[in-house]
């Protein structure tokens, strides 16, 4: 039987007695159980997955084959700018891809106003965009009221109703300078920006539902984490079991 004093040697890598190679080895194999679960599902999604556009996307291929065209309508001025606003609502934009953004979003809404209201509408944006850098708080009244304005002049043009979460963004869209253009920069750009937000993975794992959320949600934010609790418990009893054996005790 091993003495107390070995039995509490603490080299991992290089245990010296029969209950730290147990040890190690505990750790080993239920270390590797984890990373498997992680990371294994992880490469599985990758590899099973099927790129699959989003409506928005669809509806911006559309409405981009016929403005690079120069063959374009109203309709598909207005597809366009509601699929820019889909993907500035996400939190994970880039400032490089809000850029491209803002600027083809903006070129729609000048494209839509009414000729005689472009000018207005203009001078409108750029005081917003003043305000917007000189306020301490939101509150500020008058910025609160040219934001509103903003949104209650442009949504009728993008057929944006009152329910409507995107009409919270229109203010935040809009760029003043070179309104009247399409930048040619956000001509070449914009098609991989549309790409990368709006076209994701997907496949039976993510498209499934377990006790109401898509499997992929549930096995990555609740079973990883009960697993990590199982494993914890495994290790425990196993190396209680083996002191046991061995001749330990607390």
Request: with cysteine; net charge negative.
């Amino acid at each position: 039987m091993e003495s107390s004093s070995e039995g509490y040697h603490i080299s991992f890598f290089k245990p010296t007695t029969e209950r730290a190679r147990h040890n190690r080895n505990m750790v080993i194999w239920l270390v590797s159980i984890w990373f498997i679960a992680i990371f294994g599902f992880q490469i599985l999604l990758k590899v099973i997955g099927k790129p699959v556009p989003q409506a928005e996307y669809l509806s911006f291929e559309k409405a981009w084959s016929s403005i690079d065209g120069g063959t374009h309508t109203e309709g598909d001025l207005s597809e366009l700018a509601n699929s820019c606003l889909s993907v500035l609502g996400k939190i994970t934009l880039t400032p490089e891809a809000k850029s491209v953004l803002d600027d083809a979003f903006s070129w729609c809404v000048y494209q839509l106003a009414p000729e005689g209201t472009r000018q207005d509408l203009v001078n409108g944006i750029s005081d917003y965009q003043e305000i917007s850098a000189e306020i301490s708080s939101i509150d500020d009244p008058e910025y609160r009221q040219l934001k509103s304005s903003l949104s209650a002049k442009i949504s009728p043009l993008l057929d944006l109703q009152e329910y409507d979460v995107r009409r919270k963004l229109v203010p935040f869209a809009l760029e003043a300078e070179g309104m009247g253009e399409l930048n040619p920069g956000t001509e070449m750009e914009l098609p991989a920006v549309m790409e990368k937000y709006l076209v994701h993975n997907q496949s039976v794992l993510t498209d499934i539902k377990f006790l109401g959320f898509p499997f992929h949600y549930f096995y990555t934010a609740v079973f990883l984490l009960i697993l990590f609790v199982g494993l914890c418990w495994i290790y425990c009893v196993r190396i209680d079991s083996r002191n046991k054996k061995l001749g330990f005790s607390d």
